[in-house]
Structure formats: C-alpha cells, structure tokens
C-alpha cells in the first residue's frame, strides 16, 4: 500500500495527531521550550512530504550518496555521489539535511521555499541541474509537506570536497502549464493532476528534446532524443508522445505504467538508467491515482515524430 493512500484514509483525529507530531518534532528541533508558551509552529503533513519526495520529486537521486546497494540510509540527504558538470558549472546535489553547519538546518522556510522552486539559494542563483523549473507547480502545503519532511530527517555532517562552482545565467524552462503554483482545487481535474504528477517527476525535463542543453517544450514536447551517459552506458531519451509508432500511442495503460513503475518496456526487456534506476527507486512509489492521472495526461501530449 503506498503512503498516499494510507493518509488520506487516516480518520481527521489521526491526521490531527500527526500534524501534532509533527509540529512537536519541529518545536524541539528550533528551541527548546519551557512551559506553556509554545510558539505556534505551522508545520506540515510529514508523511505527504515523504510521499511526494520518495515517489515523485525524487531529490535522493541528485542528494543522497549512494552505494553498492543504492542510496546510503545513513548518510540519506548528506550530498549526492554524482558531480554534474556544463560549460557554465562543475556542482555536486548538496546536503539538504538538518545539520546546521553542513546541512540546510539553518535555513528558514522562506529560503528552503526559494531554493526548491525559485532556484535561488543562500548565495544566489543555483545551477540549473536543481530541478525547480519542475517543482514550480507545488501547491503551498505540498511545498510545507516536503520542507517539513527534510526538516524531520536526521541532520548528517558532511561537507562537499569542492565547492561549487557556477558562472552565468540560466533562463527558467517549466513546463508549460505549470510555471506556477497549483492551487488544491485544481488537482481535482484529471489532467491537470496528470500534468503536476509529470512536472514533480520531472518527465518532461528526459523526454523533450534539447536546443542548446535546454528542454524545448515548444517544439520537441516528449518527443525524446536527449542523450544520457553514464556508468551504465549511453541512453537516450525516448518519444512519450502519443505517436502511434514513434511515440506510445499504442501503448495500453497497463504498459504505460509498468515502464513508468518499474523500467520495463513494452516488449518486457528492462530499460535503461536512469530511467530504470527513477523506475525501481521512485515511482514504484506511485499512488494508483497519481499514476491514472499521469497516463492520462501523456494521452493527451500532442504526436511528435
Ligand atoms: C537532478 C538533480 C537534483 C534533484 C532531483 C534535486 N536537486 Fe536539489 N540541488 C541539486 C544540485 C546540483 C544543487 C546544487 C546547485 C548549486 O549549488 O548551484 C541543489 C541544491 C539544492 C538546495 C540548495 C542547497 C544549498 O546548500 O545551496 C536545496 C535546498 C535543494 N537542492 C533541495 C532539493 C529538494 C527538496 C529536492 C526534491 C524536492 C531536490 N533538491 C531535488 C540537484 C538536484
Ligand atoms: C532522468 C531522466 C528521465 C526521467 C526523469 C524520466 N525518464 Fe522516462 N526514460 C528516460 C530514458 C533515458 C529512457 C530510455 C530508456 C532506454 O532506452 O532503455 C526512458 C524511457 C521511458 C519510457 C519507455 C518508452 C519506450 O519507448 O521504451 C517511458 C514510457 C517513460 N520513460 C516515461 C516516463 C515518465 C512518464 C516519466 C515521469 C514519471 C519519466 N519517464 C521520467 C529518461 C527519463
């Protein structure tokens, strides 16, 4: 059973008592505070917060160091392994754990908020390989739900070996129709919670082709062709569109979502990373609900050859 589901079949007193928990968690972590004047905390859903970021946002991919086994628990949210370089930065995903010294501890809301969909840290612009442009359609609690589930992870010391390094200017890429925040009632629309669970996961920044290293979502929208190294060899991004035969346009829903949730295509050979290691680490994570809306959105990306 996933988490989504778990929660929103929790009775309001449960849900009551873990935004208690939750706040409680925070309290201590800020201050310890004496007597009956505790400092009114808004804090948000922990478990949705862990929900969006293990199943969609996937920010261990780009965070967490990683092992022979995958992600390191311990060291979960410490920094990633991987260092991302481009003609304009050399960075490595940074700690976004609670320590204060190493980690984003010290940070209020106000800037985890700017760095997770504005892009924009504590020492200005970060490099564009933060994935904001996705995250920019996160409704206000969705956003409060993964601040307070970093906020509750275990703070890790650990600073990165070298420190980043960035030089320019990188002109924003929503995707279109999500450039801004969603509000609450606009997930109940069906393609418009297709659309949020496509920004999160980030589809369209793999699957639209690039110009100048750069998703065009006007002209090359799904259409794939963005090529990825690795250890694990070369892969290219394929065409999502709803093609008939360049795209998956033939594809039944049932195939959709055995490749989105766990790497494998329709003909059942196993994908490649990173779309396979996303697949297995994260959205077989998926609500039942996240993933109809999101299969029933890409039936709406328009044929690209
Ligand atoms: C595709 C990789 C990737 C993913 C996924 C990703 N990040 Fe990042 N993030 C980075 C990189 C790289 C940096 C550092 C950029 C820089 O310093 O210019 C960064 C920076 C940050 C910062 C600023 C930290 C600092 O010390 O400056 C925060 C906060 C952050 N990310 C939070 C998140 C959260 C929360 C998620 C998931 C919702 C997430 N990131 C997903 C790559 C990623
Ligand atoms: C980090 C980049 C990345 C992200 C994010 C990503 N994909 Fe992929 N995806 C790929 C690559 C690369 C391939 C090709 C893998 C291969 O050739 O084995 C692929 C393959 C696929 C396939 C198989 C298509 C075919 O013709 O075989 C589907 C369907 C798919 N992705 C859908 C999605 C959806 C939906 C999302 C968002 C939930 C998503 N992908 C997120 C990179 C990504």
Known sequence: MTVASTTSRLVPVMRASLVLLSKFAFVLAAAPVVGASVVPVRAGDIERGRYLVEALAACDNCHTPRGAG????????????????????VVRGSNISPDE????????????????????????????????????????????????????????????AMPQQRRGEWSPHPVPGAETAFDEAALGDKSKHGLYVASLARCMSCHSGEVDGAPDHENRFGAGGKVFRNAAGVAVGSNITSHPSKGVGAWSDDELKRAITQGVSRDGTQLRPPMSTLS?????????????ALVAWMRTIRPKE
């Open 280 to 292: 297995k680490a994260h959205f077989s994570k998926m609500s039942p609900d996240d993933l109809d």
């Open 101 to 160: 010294e190493t980690g984003v501890g010290a940070w209020t809301d106000a800037e985890l908020r700017a760095a997770i969909v504005d892009g924009v840290g504590r020492e200005g612009r970060l490099a564009p390989v933060m994935p904001s442009d996705s995250y920019k359609p996160l409704t206000k609690s969705d956003l409060d739900a993964i601040i307070a589930f970093l906020r509750s992870a275990n703070p890790v010391r650990a600073s990165l």
């Open 70 to 89: 995958g992600y390191d628990p311990a060291a979960r949210f410490s920094g990633g392994s991987q260092t991302f370089s481009d003609k304009t930065y």
